[in-house]
């Protein structure tokens, strides 16, 4: 559970208040937002409400926070703190606020909801108040002291629910409304663009920070580095890539899907040439260039077994030249056990030369079973940083490992309930709206699970190189496979789930299809077929129940 915060990294007045919502944020579910340090002013004054906690069906709540230690005397609340002794006001700068508020809304021309259900409270959190605690404008339950901060969600959610003689709680749609009113959520598409370029750039800062790990392997020829989903292992992949590179050595960069091998190609040519490796792409076209004839898509014995038989046979008749000092393999994963032989025999030294995995099994999506024959260092990755914390607590149960989620806040995933049979017309419907909306065509893919969509089918019947060319282009959004996006994402993704071809892999399937959103995961499907692939937190998940 995270809720929402506005603005994402707000200027705390005190340390108090940063105790207070960083102790509150984890506590709320996804649809909640938390608005931090709202300015409001009138021709009377000029106040600042330190926090308002907006949350669908339950109301609005503006709390005064006060840090030191707070105390009633003589009707005369005090705070003392760091040699200051002072007269202070919560009650009456809560209930002030909650009322400005309440005024701002009703003058606002995009607000159409009337009077929301407003309370206002006062929250100490580094002071203890007796159970016992009575004062005529606070009672106990509109207070929330040092005790009560594990229970903070908790008690604002009891204290909004007691309130009598008071409006219906907001919508999940009129707390949208409320945060545009306050915050200008709904922008134009130039400001999208900009704000997901800023997201971006700040998921590759963090994945950035990843080197420190290669930086401790160095000196390691053999390691499987393991992360689940948003970890940053691809970037990782290509950055000792990239590395060794530079150092002068021989280098293959492969996986097995197609789609990410062109995403690693288009990546490496941004790279200056004398960091480019050597080779970039498909396990399988490595052998293709050596002279091994290629087989059709349908012949799984040929890319089974044929290809990567035929690939050790011809490395040992390569000069040495032209095999390699270092293989770098991304989604590793996806490879069958009779490929590793190819992969060793493609090195100068089968013995000592070096190998660097990247693997997720959660994402063994393909019928085949295998692992690295030789050994190699285990490495994990315990960080998500690519996801919003709401995307990646989606598919957190399904993950390998238990991850912390580094991505930030962003919006409540979608869900849009439908049968298995209506999921790609739901999705087509949901990727129009989010057209509509202002998200560019570039940030977009819509994905299934069983059958394809429609147009990937059309798109594919010109070949793969150019159905593969249009993830690329900008004019229309991506159709495609959760089996041939692994690897990838898009800032936004429509996820149709229309069923599963086998659904002893499903699982992974899903895994794979709710994890490949950055920014923005709309689900269409049915959520009892989910609960049966995906388990009970997955769904909970979806419908936003915690």
């Keep these: 559970m995270t809720a929402r915060r506005f603005p994402e990294t707000p200027v705390f007045a005190s340390p108090a208040e940063r105790l207070f919502v960083e102790a509150l944020q984890d506590h709320l579910p996804d649809d909640v937002v938390l608005i931090c340090g709202q300015r409001f002013s009138d021709r009377n004054e000029d106040r600042e409400a330190d926090v308002i906690v907006a949350w669908p069906g339950v109301g609005v709540a503006v709390i005064e926070v006060k840090g030191g230690s707070v105390h009633l005397r003589d009707?005369?609340?005090?705070?003392?703190?760091?040699?200051?002794?002072?007269?202070?006001?919560?009650?009456?700068?809560?209930?002030t606020c909650k009322y400005l508020l309440r005024g701002y809304l009703d003058k606002h021309h995009r607000w159409?909801?009337?009077?929301?259900?407003?309370?206002?409270?006062?929250?100490?959190?580094?002071?203890?108040?007796?159970?016992?605690?009575?004062?005529?404008?606070?009672?106990?339950?509109?207070?929330?002291?040092?005790?009560?901060?594990?229970?903070?969600?908790?008690?604002?959610?009891?204290?909004?629910?007691?309130?009598?003689?008071?409006?219906?709680?907001p919508t999940a749609a009129d707390v949208e409304a409320?945060?545009?009113?306050?915050?200008?959520?709904?922008?134009?598409?130039?400001?999208?663009?900009?704000?997901?370029?800023?997201?971006?750039?700040?998921?590759?800062?963090?994945?950035?920070?990843?080197?420190?790990?290669?930086?401790?392997?160095?000196?390691?020829?053999?390691?499987?580095?393991?992360?689940?989903?948003?970890?940053g292992k691809t970037w990782l992949a290509i950055e000792k890539a990239r590395r060794l590179a530079n150092e002068g050595k021989r280098v293959?960069?492969?996986?097995?899907?197609?789609?990410?091998?062109?995403?690693?190609?288009?990546?490496?040519?941004?790279?200056?040439?004398?960091?480019?490796?050597?080779y970039v792409g498909t396990f399988?076209?490595?052998?293709?260039?050596?002279?091994?004839?290629?087989?059709?898509?349908?012949?799984?014995?040929?890319?089974?077994?044929?290809?990567?038989?035929?690939?050790?046979a011809l490395a040992g008749q390569l000069p040495v030249d032209q095999r390699f000092d270092a293989i770098v393999i991304d989604e590793a994963q996806d490879f069958a056990e009779s490929w590793w032989s190819a992969v060793l025999a493609a090195l100068k030294d089968p013995d000592e030369g070096?190998?660097?995995v990247f693997a997720d099994e959660g994402q063994r999506v393909?019928?085949?079973?295998?692992?690295?024959?030789?050994?190699?260092?285990?490495?994990?990755?315990?960080?998500?940083?690519?996801?919003?914390?709401?995307?990646?607590?989606?598919?957190?149960?399904?993950a390998p490992a238990q991850m912390k989620m580094r991505g930030g806040a962003g919006v409540p995933v979608r869900f849009i309930q439908c049968a298995s049979q209506d999921a790609v017309n739901a999705a087509d419907d949901a990727a129009e709206g989010l057209l509509e909306e202002g998200w560019p065509t570039e940030s977009l893919a819509l994905l299934t699970t069983?059958?394809?969509?429609?147009?990937?089918?059309?798109?594919?019947?010109?070949?793969?190189?150019?159905?593969?060319?249009?993830?690329?282009?900008?004019?229309?959004?991506?159709?495609?496979h959760v089996l041939g996006f692994k690897g990838l994402e898009r800032p936004a993704i429509v996820l149709a789930v229309n069923g599963f071809r086998h659904e002893e892999r499903a699982r992974e399937m899903l895994y794979v299809g709710l994890s490949r959103a950055r920014d923005l995961l709309v689900v269409c499907g049915d959520l009892e077929l989910i609960r049966r692939v995906g388990g009970e937190a997955v769904a909970q998940r979806l419908v936003g129940r915690r």
């Design 75 to 95: 009707g005369e609340w005090r705070q003392v703190g760091g040699g200051i002794d002072k007269v202070i006001h919560p009650v009456d700068q809560a209930r």
């Design 112 to 169: 159409s909801a009337g009077n929301p259900r407003l309370g206002h409270m006062v929250a100490l959190p580094t002071t203890t108040v007796p159970d016992d605690f009575r004062a005529s404008d606070l009672p106990r339950w509109m207070l929330i002291d040092k005790a009560d901060l594990p229970y903070a969600a908790s008690r604002i959610g009891t204290a909004l629910r007691k309130l009598v003689d008071v409006p219906e709680p």
């Design 178 to 231: 409320l945060v545009d009113c306050l915050t200008g959520a709904t922008i134009p598409q130039q400001d999208l663009v900009a704000d997901l370029a800023e997201r971006e750039a700040a998921c590759d800062l963090l994945t950035r920070d990843q080197a420190r790990v290669l930086d401790f392997l160095a000196l390691q020829n053999r390691v499987e580095i393991r992360g689940g989903a948003g970890s």
């Design 252 to 278: 293959a960069l492969m996986c097995y899907s197609r789609g990410l091998a062109e995403f690693l190609t288009r990546r490496v040519g941004t790279l200056r040439h004398r960091e480019r490796p050597a």
């Design 284 to 312: 399988h076209n490595l052998g293709i260039g050596w002279g091994v004839p290629a087989g059709s898509d349908d012949d799984s014995r040929y890319w089974e077994e044929l290809l990567p038989a035929e690939m050790v």
């Design 354 to 356: 070096l190998l660097y």
């Design 366 to 398: 393909f019928a085949r079973q295998g692992r690295p024959t030789v050994d190699l260092i285990p490495i994990p990755l315990t960080e998500n940083l690519r996801n919003t914390k709401q995307i990646a607590g989606t598919f957190s149960s399904l």
């Design 450 to 480: 069983y059958s394809r969509h429609p147009v990937q089918v059309e798109r594919q019947a010109e070949g793969q190189d150019a159905y593969w060319a249009s993830y690329w282009e900008n004019e229309d959004l991506f159709y495609g």
